[in-house]
């Protein structure tokens, strides 16, 4: 009942942001999503990893006949598209097949499955198809920001910014200093997260076949609620970015052309205007908070799932900063977002009690508390940085810190065996 309740609850938001991309005159998240079933799709290599995280429910002999057919699909769809001379000038040349595949066990779970495994094979299924459907959700959310949003706040951020440094146009700098390479490698890191994220998620999720079940708590579900309440933020606040509002890509609209070279001067901040197509996506940074959810879980996994996590944490933070779609600001607020989400889900799953309630509790509030002073306390920051820089990184860290106590305490403790005591000798 819980896993139909949510079915229906997340068929609702899609029907509703289609309505309102249509209000646009633009594809909603499920029209987006149909036509990829015969066009060439904006993403191939999301679409394969949600197969590959649909298969946790199968076999291995089971996954490598899903894989071959998925293959042999996007073949025939290039050779199609090659006798109908119809090149790919937008998206992927490859993916369909991934999508036909969890399409096809949809059908197979509903027509050869009863019971049980039924239930199992749909929800592997509808898992794959969160995935994709949560990238099909945001694109449509960043463009309602957009056009729903004509003011932005980067003035504030950008004044607040001040006082951890201004980190986008530092890193910025380190970033064009690399040239092509170090941009291009942290592009690649940038664009790909969703695959890391399912790397991490698959080795959660590796016992699914065997235990009939999943687990209470796993990395797509907190990816799931990032995506979801993450847009609502962007509503509140919304925020484009110093390479938009401070920088060549921001055309008249932009303040002026400063970033990466020069950081902005401290004046008296306001509203701007901004064009209507630009996302307002930068407060909270998502990409951070996602990067911080794999770094999370990957940390009882083996050494190289670790190290994984941590480097994709790390290079992201530079992509962020170094591309210059977010700001100091940003990065902060995003880690205090995941954490927030991350001590919600699993107060959740164990059962609510006092510990994790002031948990979630002070993480909103910390949260809260970053906004407000980022949009009524930007000039008083910006002019006593060595006091506000360090309080908001106290105040990140104390909301890390409250986390990894506290789920600390959660984790099972491990109880010596009593030994038996040794008995006498008969003489």
């Not at 646009?24 to 987006?32: D, E, H, L």
């Not at 592997?124 to 949560?134: D, I, M």
């Not at 083996?302 to 994984?308: G, T």
């Amino acid at each position: 009942m819980l896993w139909a309740a949510a079915g229906v609850l997340t068929l609702g938001f899609l029907i509703m942001l289609e309505i309102a991309a249509r209000h646009y005159g633009i594809p909603g998240p499920i029209v987006a999503q149909a036509q990829e079933v015969i066009f060439a799709p904006q993403s191939g290599f999301l679409l394969y990893a949600s197969m590959a995280l649909m298969t946790v429910v199968l076999t291995w002999r089971q996954r490598l006949v899903a894989a071959a057919v998925a293959i042999g699909i996007d073949v025939v769809f290039l050779l199609v598209r090659w006798v109908a001379d119809a090149p790919v000038t937008e998206g992927h040349p490859f993916g369909n097949g991934a999508l036909w595949v969890i399409l096809g066990y949809a059908v197979i779970a509903v027509t050869r499955r009863t019971g049980r495994e039924r239930v199992l094979l749909l929800k592997g299924v509808g898992l794959g198809l969160l995935l994709v459907a949560g990238r099909k959700t945001g694109d449509t959310w960043l463009l309602i920001t957009s056009k729903t949003r004509p003011a932005v706040l980067d003035q504030y951020v950008a004044t607040a910014d001040h006082a951890l440094g201004d980190p986008s146009w530092l890193v910025g700098r380190i970033v064009t200093a690399t040239g092509p390479v170090g941009a291009h490698f942290l592009d690649s890191v940038y664009t790909q997260l969703p695959v890391a994220a399912v790397a991490v998620a698959l080795y959660q999720l590796r016992h699914v076949v065997v235990e009939r079940r999943f687990p209470g708590h796993h990395l797509v579900r907190t990816f799931l609620v990032i995506g979801l309440l993450g847009p609502a933020i962007y509503m509140i606040f919304p925020v484009v970015g110093p390479i938009f509002a401070y920088g060549a890509d921001g055309g008249h609209w932009a303040v002026a052309n400063l970033w990466p070279n020069t950081p902005p001067p401290v004046s008296a901040p306001h509203h701007m205007t901004f064009d209507e197509i630009t996302p307002r996506n930068c407060m909270p940074s998502l990409h951070t908070a996602w990067a911080t959810a794999i770094f999370i879980h990957s940390r009882k996994g083996p050494r190289i799932l670790r190290f994984a996590g941590a480097f994709w944490l790390v290079a992201t933070l530079a992509a962020t900063l170094g591309f210059g779609y977010h700001y100091g600001a940003d990065i902060v607020a995003g880690v205090v977002f995941t954490v927030t989400i991350e001590a919600a889900l699993r107060s959740l799953e164990r059962g609510w009690d006092r510990s994790g309630i002031l948990l979630v509790v002070h993480g909103a509030t910390i949260f809260t508390a970053l906004l407000v002073s980022y949009r009524y306390l930007s000039t008083e920051m910006a002019e006593h940085p060595w006091v506000f820089g360090p309080l908001l990184v106290l105040a990140m860290a104390s909301v890390i810190h409250g986390y990894v106590r506290t789920t600390g305490l959660w984790e099972p403790k491990a109880v010596p065996i009593r030994q038996p005591e040794p008995q006498p000798e008969l003489v």
